[in-house]
């Protein structure tokens, strides 16, 4: 394992979260499930059970559904953030997560472009690729509806990758989230399509429900979020639309390049 600047966490429940996404631990949540047995659940169980997605995708805030989840502390973020193997895991299981919600991901390394100098600058880099799985408006069923507890996981994956610093995954998600619903002409209500927005925008530090985390003020994200964290206020409209269009493609899905490692 390459050297880690940042150590371990020392809070027994985020020890015990980063021994759950350790592939060489692979230890156990609090009811004894291991992330590799969740990955391989039906989308049955994923529905039906309620306490597994706050350790796939945890978060600063307290859940108010799972008293036993742990919370993500500063020790743990930047351990996690620095430890690529950590990565992996989360990748996973949000590659399972985009299936189980109607979508497919890939990861396409080593990007080239034609000539020698965008061979140069595409080095190091790959393409992360999300699209609907078909053109069944059923493949959407578990997202498609006014109000849903969907909706909230949806809410934490976006905010959670955003912590773990993997913005390209939430940016990508959430634009593929804002295709498929304008071509499908899905129904999701306000509220839900307002708490997405706020988990991609708000400055980190500000959760989706207002709930202000005060040691994530000094952890910037991606660019816009220095905007956002010196005005305190969403992007214009016109600004919107200008970064989704970045990274629209021309197939019903949503393709971003970005840095092999984040």
């Known amino acids: 394992m390459p050297f880690l600047l940042h150590p371990r966490p020392t809070g027994p429940a985020q020890r ?6 350790d592939p ?8 004894g499930r291991t992330l590799d047995m969740i990955i391989k659940w039906s989308d049955w169980d994923l529905e039906t059970k309620h306490d597994y997605i706050q350790w796939l995708f ?5 859940s108010n559904f799972n008293d036993e989840a742990p919370t ?9 953030r620095q430890n690529e193997e950590l990565k992996k895991g989360l990748k996973v299981a949000f590659i399972r997560m985009l299936w189980f919600y109607g979508f ?19 080095e190091g880099l790959e393409t992360l690729r999300i699209q609907p799985k078909g053109r069944d408006i059923g ?16 809410s934490r994956i976006i905010r959670s990758l955003r912590v773990f610093g993997m913005h390209t995954e939430a940016a990508t998600f959430y634009f593929a989230l804002l295709d498929t619903k304008r071509d ?11 708490y997405w927005n706020r988990a991609f925008e708000n400055p980190l530090f500000v959760a989706p429900d207002s709930t202000v985390v005060s040691w994530l003020r000094a952890h910037a994200g991606p660019p816009w979020d220095d905007q956002l964290e010196e005005s305190n206020s969403p992007r214009s409209d016109e600004a919107q639309t200008g970064l989704e269009n970045d990274h629209e493609d021309d197939h019903g899905g949503c393709i971003i390049v970005v840095p092999l490692t984040h």
């Open 16 to 21: 015990m979260l980063v021994n759950f996404y």
């Open 24 to 31: 060489e631990i692979q230890g156990p949540d609090s009811q």
């Open 58 to 62: 945890p978060l600063p805030e307290e």
């Open 72 to 80: 993500v502390d500063e020790e743990t973020m930047l351990y996690f």
């Open 104 to 122: 497919e991901a890939d990861y396409l390394s080593n990007v080239r472009g034609e000539g020698e100098a965008e061979a140069e600058e595409a």
């Open 139 to 154: 493949y959407f069923s578990r997202w498609l509806s006014d109000s849903d507890h969907n909706h909230m996981r949806i």
């Open 184 to 194: 499908f002409k899905l129904l999701v209500g306000e509220q839900s399509l307002s």
